[in-house]
Structure formats: C-alpha cells, structure tokens
C-alpha cells in the first residue's frame, strides 16, 4: 500500500532552518583533494531487489537496403554506450536486462537539485546557482526520489522511465521529484506544456523540492528493460487509454516542427499528408495539442511514425503489442533508443535515414511506404 503525502512527516521548519556544509565539502574532497565521488548506492544502509533481471530477445529492425550506409553521424553514447546502434538495428539477439533494485539512505541532503550523503553525490538536475545553498527548510522523515537526470531533461526519458517509478516511490515513501512546476522537462517546450496533463490524468501528485533533509531516502535503479517495467509502462499506457473512446486505425504521425534539438525534415508537412492520403494516417502536433487530443489521436495506431525525438513518446505509450513505430531518422544523428521500448513491449521497430538538405535532411516517402510493407500486417 502507498505512502501518500497526507501520511508523511514534512516539517516546514517555522524558522527553525537546517544549515548543511555538504556540497561545499563534496567540492572540496573531489576538486582540490582529487578524491573521486563515490555513488549513492555505495554508501546505502539496505539494498533490495523490486524486480529481477531476466535475459530477452532482440530481433532486427525493419528496413530497407543500404539504409545504414547513409549514418554519417551515430548517437548512441546518449543511452547505451556499450553497443553500438548499428549493431542494434541488425539484431544483437540474447540481451540480458538488469533487475529493478531499492536504496534505503539515511540522513541525506538535497541541495540545489543534488543529493549529497557523505562523498556520495548524484546531480539530478542543473544547479540554478554557482555557489550551492547552505540553509534547508525542508526536512522528510522518509521520501523516495523517483526522477532521474535524463528525465529532468528528455521528455521522453521522463514519460517512459520517470512516471513508471513513480508507483515504486509511492510504495516507499513520499515521491519525490527536483522538477519544479514552472521548468519540468525544461529542454522541452512540449514536455512543459503536456507534463502537467499526464500528472493529472495518471494520478501523480509529487512533492518538489530542491533543498531538503530526508531522515531516510529511498532511490531506485529502475533503468533496464525486465519485464516488471514492462508491465508497468503498459499499465500507465492503458491508464490513459481509459480517458478516451478509440477505434484501431492505421496509424498516427507525430508532427515534430522545430521544438527541441534541432532536427529538421524538410518534407515533415507534406510526408504527414501524403501518408494521410494513400494510408489513412492521421497527423497529430503536439505543440498546439493538449493532452486528451494527443491521447485520443493516437490511441487504437497500428503503426506510429515521425522523427527521432521525444515526442514519440505521446504515441509509443499507447502503442498496442503487435503494433510497429517508424522512426524518421537525420543521417547525422542516429539514435536507437525507442527500439529497446518497442522490444521489450513486443512491438515492432522500423526506419528510414534521410538524405542530407542543407542544415536539415529529407525522407523519401516512397521508401516510406516501402518500408511500411515490410512490416507485419
């Protein structure tokens, strides 16, 4: 059963403010005493396994010939710096994921954004000021963090990997998050306009706070594919399938534009047309969409479609076993992360690289459509 806030001591200290030098020594021991950071999970009081890790198949993608000779530019470093994404596309086979596992901690502080306990440290979100606070009017007798760095950052990150440890948080504690209403997701100008309706129609009511002494902290390692985050992320994906009334239909594509990192289809409006008219597609933006357009849109998509990017997020959460995503792919900038989702999931995963245009790149939608009859029907 949850601990919810209600239940929780937060002692609002009426003045009465708590003066910590932790991020000062932290700088001190690592800068001028060369001393390397330990993590938090080293210096954890108790360690116990949520879910365990388990040995999975990784099939290849779907695409065309000589697609991959077209990459001038890979960027898995971003995720999975230990294979590399051409190798993913082609299948790797066997893949073991780790367990989801807990970290009780006791007497933590969280400064600017950061967790300190000793000369453990973990950064979760940029600091906001060059010399970190040394006065904490937060005090927890028990919390549990569920965000991470990637998902203070990637909308993404945070709609696939944040949200589905936000149950674990709640079952440990009050949950946690350095996100403040006014910046969530801020890299993202869709992640700050669609989190706050995601939070509402999930149920998700965290406390934020940027300073704060938790008594005892639980944080969690929640980051591999097992099957437990698997059936978790199906369950917020129907969750939010359970605010719309939907039929299945050929498919969805998420219009990008120009939020976020720069990678720009120069043909992105008249692909989404031309699929709407020879497949039936529909054509979603989420920058001028709010939450229950975007869920209805693409809830029932047999096959989702846009390019590399967060905002397939929106449409791979309510993506169906069976169903496929094509990912548009830059030829400078090829990422593989949304096939593990979609391996996991039971799912198929496609792609097409562009050809460089200028500061942008093009997609072909005869390969397009090439590409979509190699998928199973």
Sequence with gaps: ???????????????????????????????????????????????????????????????????????????????????????????????????TRAYLLKDVWLIDGALYKGNAKSALSPRSKWLPRIRVENEIDRGAMYCTSGGNKWFGSWLMDDCITYPLACNEGIPVTTAQSANLVSTSRTGILHAPGYEQWLGMKPFRVRDAFFRELVIFDDLCQNRNKHLRFRAMGEKLLSHVEYNEHPGVFILR????????????????????????????????????????ACAGARTVIGIEGSHLIHGVNVLQPGGSLLVLQPPNRFLCFFKYLTDRDHQNFAFVVGSPDGDGFRIDPEEVERTLDLLPS
């Design 1 to 99: 059963m949850g601990i919810y806030m209600s239940e929780v001591n937060i002692v609002m200290s009426d003045g009465q403010t708590k003066w910590s030098l932790a991020a000062y020594k932290h700088i001190f021991k690592t800068r001028l005493a060369r001393k390397q950071a330990l993590t938090l999970q080293s210096v954890a009081a108790k360690t116990w396994e949520i879910a365990p890790g388990e040995i999975a198949i990784a099939p290849p993608a779907f695409y065309l010939p000589d697609q991959l000779d077209r990459v001038t530019g890979w960027a898995g470093d971003l995720f999975y710096p230990f294979e590399h994404p051409r190798r993913t596309m082609e299948g790797v086979g066997e893949v073991q994921h780790g367990p």
């Design 257 to 296: 534009g120009g939020t976020g990192e720069l990678r720009l289809l120069r043909n992105e409006l008249e692909l989404a047309e031309y699929l709407r008219v020879r497949r039936g597609f529909r054509v979603i933006d989420p920058a001028k969409s709010d939450v229950p357009t975007i869920v209805a």
